[in-house]
């Protein structure tokens, strides 16, 4: 049975940084492109970053620069390190996988809070 | 970057009615990277469809897609109880994976 699970969310302060991490069970980890979305209180889906098989890395423009995506095919984890942490920022972060040919994501896990507030 | 952009944004209708969501991007989707997904309250979202009319493993056959370029459409041919929820678009081209706004689907 496929399995995700986050970890790592917590409240933090404006300016601060917090590591996720997502630990994958149940299929070949290293085959799979591996994504982070996240969703605000109360707000839509949105697409946060992407890590490849090879290890290559995507964000959208509203988050490079301060997120940085990562992968231990090893122990079957992915991790999402946050900087310069704002209010914006505040919301349920979801780690999902891939399909195997890249149409959509078809696991997800249930998703770690992140609050950012003084 | 292609944007997305959902109609409407909600959608008040009985169980046993059709629905029907649109998904509108502001460039060509490329080869119909398109897919749906279905997000209830305190839940995961889950994957509808995929290559804009292709159903992922598990869903009904009430759920359809259909679409190419910049116009998709999300049919439900009769809404059950349990698909009062709220749908999002996602195209996945390009190596950006940028999703709609979202349509909540409502009992009316």
């Known amino acids: 049975e496929v399995q995700l699970v986050e970890s790592g969310g917590g409240l933090v302060q404006p300016g601060g940084s917090l590591r996720l991490s997502c630990a994958a069970s149940g299929f070949t980890f290293s085959s799979y492109d591996m994504h982070w979305v996240r969703q605000g209180i109360g707000k839509g889906l949105e697409w946060v970053s992407t890590?490849?098989?090879?290890?290559?890395?995507y964000y959208p423009g509203s988050v490079k620069g301060r997120f940085t995506i990562s992968r231990e095919n090893a122990k079957n984890s992915f991790y999402l390190q946050v900087n310069s942490l704002r209010a914006g920022d505040t919301a349920v972060y979801y780690c999902a996988r891939s399909r195997r040919d890249g149409h959509g994501f078809d696991y997800w896990g249930q998703g770690t809070l992140v609050t950012v507030s003084s | 970057e292609i944007v997305l952009t959902q109609s409407p944004g909600t959608l008040s209708l009985s169980p046993g009615e059709r629905a029907t969501l649109s998904c509108r991007a502001s460039e060509s989707v490329s080869d119909s990277y398109l897919a749906w997904y279905q997000q209830k309250p305190g839940q995961a979202p889950r994957l509808l469809i995929y290559g804009a009319s292709s159903r992922a493993t598990g869903i009904p056959d009430r759920f359809s897609g259909s679409g190419s370029g910049t116009d998709f459409t999300l049919t439900i041919s009769r809404l059950e109880p349990e698909d009062f929820a709220v749908y999002y678009c996602?195209?996945?081209?390009?190596?950006?994976?940028?999703f709609g706004g979202g349509t909540k689907v409502v009992i009316k």
């Open positions: 890590i490849g098989t090879a290890g290559d890395p």
């Open positions: 996602q195209q996945y081209g390009s190596a950006f994976f940028n």
